[in-house]
């Protein structure tokens, strides 16, 4: 069963940067599309951007401009970019892969504060 592996979370200050990582095993993973959502305290969790097994991206209108979502196939990597971090994107980050069923990554927190 395949299993996603999220590092690359922490605490950083407002307009600071920050990468995530989410890395699959045991899958072919160039055939899934794969996506970013975060949860904050209290909130549903939402989705931060997607990427299709082709490359075509899609973005929250609150991240646009300011995350992207590369892949990296030969590794079996997802990524998010962050730049121009706010105290908003406060959360944690969890990684999907669209297989049947779908499977998450176990999250990994992010906290922008001065």
């Known amino acids: 069963q395949v299993q996603l592996v999220e590092s690359g979370g922490g605490l950083v200050q407002p307009g600071g940067s920050l990468t995530l990582s989410c890395t699959a095993s045991?899958?072919?993973?160039?055939?899934?599309?794969m996506g970013w959502y975060r949860q904050a305290p209290g909130k549903q969790r939402e989705l931060v951007a997607i990427?299709?097994?082709?490359?075509?991206?899609n973005y929250a209108a609150s991240v646009k401009g300011r995350f992207t979502i590369p892949r990296d196939n030969a590794k079996k990597t997802l990524y998010l970019q962050m730049i121009s971090l706010k105290p908003e994107d406060t959360a944690v980050y969890y990684c999907?892969?669209?297989?049947?069923?779908?499977?998450w990554g176990q999250g990994t927190q992010v906290t922008v504060s001065s």
């Open positions: 999907r892969i669209d297989t049947t069923p779908l499977k």
């Open positions: 045991d899958l072919l993973f160039r055939l899934y599309g």
């Open positions: 990427i299709t097994n082709s490359g075509i991206t």
